[in-house]
T-cell receptor, first 110, second 111 residues
Framework: NAGVTQTPKFRVLKTGQSMTLLCAQD?????MYWYRQDPGMGLRLIHY???????AKGEVPDGYNVSRLKKQNFLLGLESAAPSQTSVYFC?????????FGQGTRLTVV | AQSVAQPEDQVNVAEGNPLTVKCTYS??????LFWYVQYPNRGLQFLLK??????LVKGSYGFEAEFNKSQTSFHLKKPSALVSDSALYFC?????????FGAGTRLTVKP
């Protein structure tokens, strides 16, 4: 049972490049979340999903897009990366009792 | 709008002493409240939750938290701290499927 798996674990992007972060969960959870973690700011919610085919904006959605075409996967896209998007990104899934987190993706935009 | 505040960036305690990590929240309606812990280079791990019922909830590793509706607080406590409790602690609030976190409190337990 893998839980929540994020790929890739590390990535360096040049400004203006695009990329997609993949989150996969094998717990049949309805709810999935994408957060970014920056020093002193805790985890800030980017987007979330309450089920297959649904997405909603969180606190800091600008510059990101998401898709939930399959229940087990939640994709986070950066269309044109900016240095301000350098961060550690965490995905989580939940059944509204407790959330399970992936190991994180460290993204650097240069 | 909902929000979570952790007023202390850092908490230092001596091993064996009681510890408290503070959390306050703001939300319309009934909150679901959580505490998570993060160790270096890891994702967050669930400690405990308050959904409804008893105001004192017990969780993993001897931690407990007290829900106080009048003070809109959900402080994390442990009667006797261990060096291994040193980590980053996050309070979280969930309302209408939207889960928000506080900025985190770094707990350091000194031998």
């Amino acid at each position: 049972n893998a839980g929540v798996t994020q790929t890739p674990k590390f990535r360096v992007l040049k400004t203006g490049q695009s990329m997609t972060l993949l989150c996969a969960q094998d717990m049949n959870h309805e709810y999935m979340y994408w957060y970014r973690q920056d020093p002193g700011m805790g985890l800030r919610l980017i987007h979330y999903s309450v089920g297959e085919g649904t997405t909603a904006k969180g606190e800091v959605p600008d510059g990101y897009n998401v898709s939930r075409l399959k229940k087990q996967n939640f994709l986070l896209g950066l269309e044109s990366a900016a240095p301000s998007q350098t961060s550690v990104y965490f995905c989580a899934s939940s059944l509204m009792t407790e959330a399970f987190f992936g190991q994180g993706t460290r993204l650097t935009v240069v | 709008a909902q929000s979570v505040a952790q007023p202390e960036d850092q908490v230092n305690v001596a091993e064996g002493n009681p510890l408290t990590v503070k959390c306050t929240y703001s939300v319309s309606g009934n909150p679901y409240l959580f505490w998570y812990v993060q160790y270096p280079n890891r994702g967050l791990q669930f400690l405990l939750k308050y959904i409804t019922g008893d105001n004192l909830v017990k969780g993993s590793y001897g931690f407990e938290a007290e829900f106080n509706k009048s003070q809109t607080s959900f402080h994390l406590k442990k009667p006797s701290a261990l060096v291994s409790d040193s980590a980053l602690y996050f309070c979280a609030l969930c309302n209408n499927n939207d889960m928000r976190f506080g900025a985190g409190t770094r707990l350091t337990v000194k031998p």
